[in-house]
C-alpha cells in the first residue's frame, strides 16, 4: 500500500520560509516522478512543482519559480519543497503526488497523494 505523508505546514509571515516533506512507503520510490500540488479555497488543485525519479530533472510554476526549490533524497524516500519569499497568495493546502510516468504538471497523471499539509502566510 502506498503512503505519501506530508509534514512542515504552518504559519508564516510574508517574507518568510518554510519547509514541507514528504515521506513515501509502499513504492519503489526512485521510479516515481514526485511532485508538489497546492489547492486553496474555491479554487482547482494547481501544479506547484516536480522531480525526476534521480532528482537529475525539476519543474516548476511560474507563479514559484526563484522563490521555490523541490529536492528528494532517495535514500529517505522524501520529497522535500524549500519555500522562500512566500506571499499571501501562496496560503493554501500542499500535496505531495507520485506518478510513474505522464504529464507531471497535471494531477490527473498522479495515481498517489498524501492528505496535505497547510501552508498560511500573513500578511
Known amino acids: 500500500q502506498v503512503q505519501l505523508v506530508e509534514s512542515g505546514g504552518g504559519l508564516v509571515q510574508a517574507g518568510g520560509s518554510l519547509r514541507l516533506s514528504c515521506a513515501a512507503s509502499g513504492l519503489t520510490y526512485s521510479r516515481y516522478v514526485m511532485g508538489w500540488f497546492r489547492q486553496a479555497p474555491g479554487k482547482e488543485r494547481e501544479f506547484v512543482a516536480a522531480?525526476?525519479?534521480?532528482?537529475?530533472?525539476?519543474y516548476y510554476a511560474d507563479s514559484v519559480k526563484g522563490r521555490f526549490t523541490i529536492s528528494r533524497d532517495n535514500a529517505k524516500n522524501t520529497v522535500y519543497l524549500q519555500m522562500n519569499s512566500l506571499k499571501f497568495e501562496d496560503t493554501a493546502v500542499y500535496y505531495c503526488a507520485a506518478a510513474s510516468s505522464g504529464n507531471r504538471r497535471r494531477p490527473n497523471e498522479y495515481p498517489y497523494w498524501g492528505q496535505g499539509t497547510q501552508v498560511t502566510v500573513s500578511s
Open positions: 522531480v525526476s525519479g534521480g532528482g537529475s530533472l525539476t
